[in-house]
């Protein structure tokens, strides 16, 4: 699977930020035909969205388009028109049932049959960001063209009423509920947008307790995001080293017939050998060591 450390939006009818958006190395670029493009330019997004797709060099960056949402009434055309110019993923906004994303995976399957593209090419994400969306995960993480669970914490914090603040406590539930739903159906699950774009302490430490929650990537907003993103959710080479350091000592008493042992100062068994091989993997997915 894909890495999205970062995943930036654009807005779908805004040419000029698509073709900037092209130039940041970032992991995976979002054309945003939802809420990041007002509603009377619906249209001219859409075609927007279509010439980029055909004519502009991504180089490794995902190219995205999220679409309106199921039952928006622009979704089916939105669809029709975008996958013949061949994305790699649809992002399905106000997520709230395995129906709408089996609706979604119908019409890409059409697709891919009648024009002999190879089956399941074209992926899915879906954006959890009610209530509803939250508790019907279970059916909603286990879609086999599912690639990743994005948290949408503004419409979230919206749908249940609360008031969003700078601790987040009011998003940690639904934070933790959406990693615990994606690790168990092997999926991405991608953090909430950092709305304060002009606020870098706020980034950094936003993005450190996403991936500390178990986050492997964040949506970004805005280019000055994409580096502290990336960094924050790629194992810095300190990391890097302890977890290697801490494999090597786990294999040499593994030999010695030691379960657990102790290891500067701390108790070592199979879990922390797991976290430690978790932090190489990482590594490995964003390209820091081979
Ligand atoms: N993607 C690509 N380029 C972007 C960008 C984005 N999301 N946001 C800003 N830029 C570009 C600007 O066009 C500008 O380019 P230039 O220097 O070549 O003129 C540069 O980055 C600096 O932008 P800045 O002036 O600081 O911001 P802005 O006032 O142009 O835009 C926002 C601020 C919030 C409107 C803009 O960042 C944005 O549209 N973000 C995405 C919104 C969105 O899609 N929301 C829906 C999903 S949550
Ligand atoms: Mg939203």
Known sequence: MRVRRAMLYTPGDEWTKINKAITLNVD??????????????????????????????????????????????????????ILPHLPDGIVIPKTETVAQVDLVSKVIDDFERTNDRPLNGIRILVVVESALGLLNLRDIAAHPRLDGIIFGAEDFTANIGAKRTVTGWEVLYARSTVVTYAAAYDKQAIDMVSINFRDPVTLKVESAVGASLGFTGKQIIHPSQV?????????????????????????????????????????????ILKQAQNVIDRAIAAGKIL
């Open 227 to 271: 580096q502290p993103v990336q960094e924050a959710f790629t194992p810095s080479s300190k990391e890097i080293e302890d977890a290697a350091n801490l494999i090597k000592a786990f294999r040499e008493h593994e030999e010695l017939g030691n379960g657990a042992f102790e290891y500067e100062g701390k108790m070592i068994d199979m879990p």
């Open 28 to 81: 995976s670029i979002c054309m945003d035909l939802e809420d990041g493009t007002a509603a009377n330019r619906k249209l001219s997004a859409r075609a927007t969205v279509c010439k980029a797709l055909d004519e502009l060099n991504f180089s490794k960056s995902e190219k995205l388009v999220r679409i309106n949402a199921v039952g928006s009434g622009l979704e089916m055309d939105e669809l029709r028109e």
